[in-house]
């Protein structure tokens, strides 16, 4: 047995990760979309209320990685006034740099489907530290959490399918 397999990481919020592949195959067969190809990391945000070991996870991914018409189209939806949940589906911030959130494309997540940390420049594991960013992607995550309590799997990853399932195991 190797020495990786002896350990498993635990999650903390505001810290980045990548998932495992087993978490996006989860996803799918809950009837999930996750079309993402890319190796894209995701920001453990909140821990859940319903359960101690699920959290929250949003995607992020590199701004300048972003075509013109898909800048455009994301600063659009960020200029949509407060009182309008399209302008919670994005944010954008720094990380390693300059950064978009994937808020709307959140997902619940347990230490099980974390494959590795996301590490900075000097090689330790990236977590958020700026009060403004975590503030406000805080913020438009409940928001996004609060219309997916009202209208169940409205958003394409199916969420709350995901969610009773990921809590369906850590109960087993």
Known sequence: ???????????????????????????????????????????????????????????????????????????????YEDHDLRSCFYHLGRTTCKSIFFVSDVIPITDNYIERQYLNYDNNHYIIKNPNLLSELNRKLKRILSYENSKPNYFRQHITDIKECLIAELDK
Request: glycine letters at 6%.
């Open 1 to 79: 047995m190797d020495s990786i397999s002896l350990w498993s990481i635990h999650m903390i919020t505001n810290a980045i990760y990548f998932g495992k592949e087993a978490l996006y195959e989860t996803i799918k067969s809950n009837g999930g979309e996750w079309n993402d190809s890319k190796e894209r990391p995701i920001v453990c945000l909140i821990r859940s209320s319903e359960h101690n070991d699920l959290y929250w996870a949003i995607p992020v991914g590199k701004w300048d990685h972003r075509e013109n018409a898909a800048q455009t189209r994301i600063q659009k939806y960020l200029n």
